[in-house]
Nanobody, 125 residues
């Protein structure tokens, strides 16, 4: 059974940093495209970053240059380093795994088969 568990969320002032972690179990972790998504109240879930989907990590325009996605295959853990945080980054953050054949849209929630429970990130101005 695939399980994804996020951690590392919290409250931070604008300009601060957080690192999110996603511990994966139940499948061959290193083989699949994985992504981070976020969802703010009243808004749709949006793709933030993905790794091992395309040749290089993919990022939403809104986070390019501020966020970095990485994986530690030995620890079966996905990370999202978030720097220069802004109030508009406030959301519930989810990690997700694409356990099938990558369909080309890393930013689409429909691409992913398994989801974590989410971790809240709140950025105050």
């Amino acid at each position: 059974q695939v399980q994804l568990v996020e951690s590392g969320g919290g409250s931070v002032q604008a300009g601060g940093s957080l690192r999110l972690s996603c511990a994966a179990s139940g499948y061959t972790y290193s083989s699949y495209c994985m992504g981070w998504f976020r969802q703010a109240p009243g808004k749709e879930r949006e793709g933030v970053a993905a790794i091992d989907c395309n040749r290089t990590p993919s990022y939403a325009d809104s986070v390019k240059g501020r966020f970095a996605i990485s994986k530690d295959n030995a620890k079966n853990t996905l990370y999202l380093q978030m720097n220069s945080l802004k109030p508009e980054d406030t959301a519930m953050y989810y990690c997700a795994a694409d356990l099938g054949v990558f369909g080309g849209r890393w930013y689409s929630p429909l691409e992913y088969d398994s989801w974590g429970q989410g971790t809240q990130v709140t950025v105050s101005s």
